[in-house]
């Protein structure tokens, strides 16, 4: 493989990726707001829900794995851990913020309808911010354990501070693996029996979910347990900026696929044995063996991905997919109004299939230009800098 191609594919991947996870939450959006009538029991409609059970765990993960990419390259630029930690914990931190301001304007667009509750609505973008600022103190933990920051020139050699490095990447890789699985197995106790009721219910519904409804709700994304794929992505991605991984990609790469493979397997099995561990069993919202097979599709997807974007037409001429991804958060801020919205484009719950499908094309398109736009317009400005930017992406 030439140097030349190797950063390129390798940020193609992620770009495709997000792409993907946009298209999906598309089609699951305006299916859901536009179809109605015998439509919304069709089978149709089943499988295209269905597939919105993906973007949501594509974004976390994803966001998990940049945010790796990024963290391995300001190690490499010898930055201390603090300053790591700051610029990461704050990209999470603006991250939050910008989840606060788009429920303000969400509700203040609906205003006289909308109840003053939504303000408080834990959703994906909330998820994402914080999980961001609890992978970044993650981060500053194991790196401040694992000792001093060590660079060429300290009184050490190359080879030594190398070797350091390496060290404190499995520890990284290790810790995260732990937060995704501590996660996911505390899940099923705090939307039960463990609820922590006793806080207002703004704060609790970042633990369970539970909003103002008195029970936790599948709809919403709390920390337990979706930070759990932005962990997993963490895992992830630190070993893919290894620089192991860097010498034996394509290995690597179908090692994950593999290992993917092996999780799908093994939650199958698990969901078969007749052993109840917790109290209350939700297979398809709680569970740890759903949170396995989930996570081994999503590793799945990455090798499918990367060999896409490397072997197939993934990066032939203009990629429509991969041009969406690059601009995720705008297109997902937008278009929520257009399907949702007072000005979604077709009446809520009255359109056919066809219909519907026709205002998908119509919100797919939209979203690709104003993506267009919105990437070439940085670029114009950024020049040269623009290439440093599209690294540093992590929501």
Known sequence: ?????????????????????????????CYDSWLGGSARQSRFFMY???????????????AGISFALVTGKLRRNDLPRNRIARSTIRRGAEIFGFALLFRLQEFLVSWGWAPK???????????????????????????????????VGDHLNASTVAATSTSKDRALIIAACAAALLISLLTPLLWTTWRPDWLPWPLESYVNGVHNL??????????????????????????????????????VFLGIGLAGLVLIAVSRCLDRLSLQVYPVYDYWHTSPEFFLIRVGMLMVIVTASYAWCRWGAGEWGFSPVIQLGQASLLVYWVHIEFVYGRVSILPKH??????????????AVAMLGLAYIRTHTRVKKAGKGAAVGAEVRVS
């Open 214 to 251: 008195g029970a936790p709700q599948a709809w919403l994304f709390p920390v337990f347990p979706w930070t759990a794929f932005a962990f997993a992505g963490l895992a992830v991605g630190f070993i893919l900026q290894s620089d192991w991984t860097r010498r034996h990609e394509m290995k």
């Open 117 to 151: 509750s939504d303000l408080f609505r834990v959703d994906i973008l909330n998820n994402i911010g914080v999980s961001m600022m609890l992978m970044g103190i993650l981060c500053w933990g194991v790196l401040s354990a694992s000792g001093p920051d060590n660079r």
């Open 350 to 363: 009255s359109a056919g299939i066809t219909g519907a499908t026709g205002g998908l094309l119509v919100i």
């Open 1 to 29: 493989m030439s140097p030349e191609r190797t950063p390129k594919t390798r940020l193609a991947y992620i770009d495709w990726m997000r792409g993907l996870a946009c298209l999906l939450m598309f089609q699951t959006h």
């Open 48 to 62: 295209s829900q269905l597939g919105g059970t993906f973007p949501a765990p594509l974004f976390l993960f994803l």
